[in-house]
């Protein structure tokens, strides 16, 4: 289904121009040379995008959106502006506007824009059936939670997951990214495909290059066989680009390149081979961060972010903690053939108060260790909380003589990490260690025994 596109602008030349190259690419375009006009066939419905100049007499670019918000209509609004107008346009997406197009326009980024705007719009319309009917939602598929953010998101897995379009999955350490990426595949109709997960952190440059795109035999000293890479292995099915911000530039480069044009070479190979993929991204950088250092390309974050899904933290969605703790509870007691009916009122609220600075995972990590260590029907406050975890205004950490290196470092780094609220960045400048090796050890600190009382 092709949006229809409105295009408002009193220069009438600017109105047709646009009518004649959207038209080009296959949209059903009107146009309106003022925003009197305009106003009245937006009211008609059934605009998808609205291009509209800024500046109009009578009714201007922003009154336009002013009333089209007051009126709930759903378009998405793309403002054409002057170089003098730059700042209101800006304003104008604080508030919910899509974007904004500078005279004179850049064909090349028009041309890109609107087909995002009208997957943004169709997204937005099908969450806002699919809100409703999800509403009473407390799972969907592998996922927990019934708190509002995480009823939106299976809205908008159950929207996006039909189409192709890419989507970039935000999100702390632990918060469920991977379980959404297979969430995202599972509900598409590429379910039946294959689903090729790559952690893009994991692999130095050559290999990364290889395990994504493969290598022909004799591609390089020792490539004895031909062998395809995860862009082949996914075809009809999802890749999923696991810490996909952590990727060298040169292979930015070559993926998006590859994601623009759906197809690639092996190393080594001259043959460009075709692809149909749908691709799931994500990563627990601060997105903008890593954009402004240079980190991530953005027009690589762009093309992996058709559909960008925040994934928020458990602190912010309390409202799931308990049934997250009493769904992995039920599970751990299974599995261990332990009798446990359940959590005593106390240990709910310890649950309720706590951080949770690693999400998701951390909790259910807790309740496994306490599901192995109660002895009662009841897991208690003292079952669940591990000296070391307990947020600390403390700054000191004392070690006995006697104490092995691996001990020692175990507390310092949970100690550490307690103190700055959970912050993986902040813990790992901290301690002098990247960022990496601080979660490698933190997951496995957190998989061990907790230390002796320090
Ligand atoms: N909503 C949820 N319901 C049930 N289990 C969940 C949920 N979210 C996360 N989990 C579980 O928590 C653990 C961590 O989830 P996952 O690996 O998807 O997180 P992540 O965001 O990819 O973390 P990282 O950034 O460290 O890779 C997994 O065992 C997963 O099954
Ligand atoms: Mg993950």
């Known amino acids: 289904m092709q949006a229809k596109i409105l295009v408002a602008d009193d220069e009438r030349h600017i109105a047709d121009g646009l009518q004649m190259l959207l038209a ?9 040379t003022d925003g009197t006009a305009a106003w009245e066939m937006i009211q008609e419905g059934g605009y998808g995008v609205v291009l509209a100049d800024l500046r109009m007499p009578g009714v201007d670019g922003l009154e336009l959106f002013a009333r089209m918000r007051e009126a709930a209509i759903p ?28 005279k004179p326009l850049n064909i090349a980024r028009l041309k890109a824009l609107i087909p ?96 994504l795109f493969g290598h022909e035999k004799g591609a390089f000293t020792g490539a004895l066989n031909e062998k395809p890479g995860c862009f082949e292995l996914a075809h009809g099915g999802t890749l999923f680009l696991d810490e996909v ?3 060298e530039p040169d292979i930015q480069v070559k993926l998006l390149r590859a994601l623009e044009q759906r197809s690639f070479r092996r190393l080594g190979g001259k043959k460009e081979i075709q692809v149909d993929i749908r691709v799931v991204s994500a ?64 240990a709910i609220e310890f649950l309720h108060s706590y951080r949770w600075p690693g999400n998701v995972r951390e909790l259910k990590n807790t309740v496994e260790r306490a599901t192995i ?14 000296q070391e975890l307990i947020r600390t205004e403390d ?33 790992a400048s901290l301690l002098g260690i990247d960022e990496e090796t601080l979660r490698s050890r933190l997951s496995r600190f957190l998989a061990s025994d907790p230390a002796p009382a320090t």
Request: aromatic share 6%.
């Open 373 to 386: 260590l109660t002895s009662g029907e009841q897991v208690t406050p003292d079952d669940l909380r591990f």
């Open 283 to 346: 990563t627990n950088k601060k997105i903008n961060k890593a954009i402004d250092s240079g980190e991530l390309r953005e027009d690589l974050y762009h093309r992996l972010a058709v559909i960008p899904l925040h994934l928020p933290p458990l602190r912010e969605r309390r409202g799931d903690v308990r049934i997250l703790a009493e769904s992995f509870l039920r599970r751990y007691a299974e599995e261990n053939g332990k009798p446990i009916r359940g959590f005593s009122a106390e």
């Open 24 to 32: 080009d690419d296959g949209y059903e375009v009107d146009t309106a």
């Open 395 to 427: 700054r000191e950490v004392r070690i006995r003589v006697g104490t092995s290196l691996e001990q020692a470092e175990r507390t310092l780094t949970l100690k550490t990490f307690s103190f700055v609220e959970g912050d993986h960045q902040k813990a």
């Open 75 to 102: 378009a998405e609004v793309i403002f054409i502006t002057g170089e003098a107008s730059v700042a209101s346009a800006v304003e104008a997406m604080r508030e919910g506007a899509y974007d904004y197009l500078e």
């Open 116 to 211: 995002k705007a009208v997957e943004a719009h169709q997204v937005k319309q099908a969450n806002r059936s699919l809100e409703e009917r999800l509403a009473n939602l407390s799972r969907f598929g592998d996922l927990i939670g019934q708190s509002d953010e995480m009823r939106r998101i299976y809205a908008t897995i159950e929207a996006a997951a039909p189409s192709t379009a890419s989507i970039f999955i935000i999100g702390e350490s632990g918060t469920g990214k991977e379980l959404v990426a297979q969430a995202i595949h599972d509900k598409s109709p590429r379910a039946k495909g294959p689903f090729i997960a790559i952690n893009c952190a994991a692999f130095p440059r050559e290999i990364l290059e290889n395990e």
């Open 245 to 247: 911000a952590e990727m």
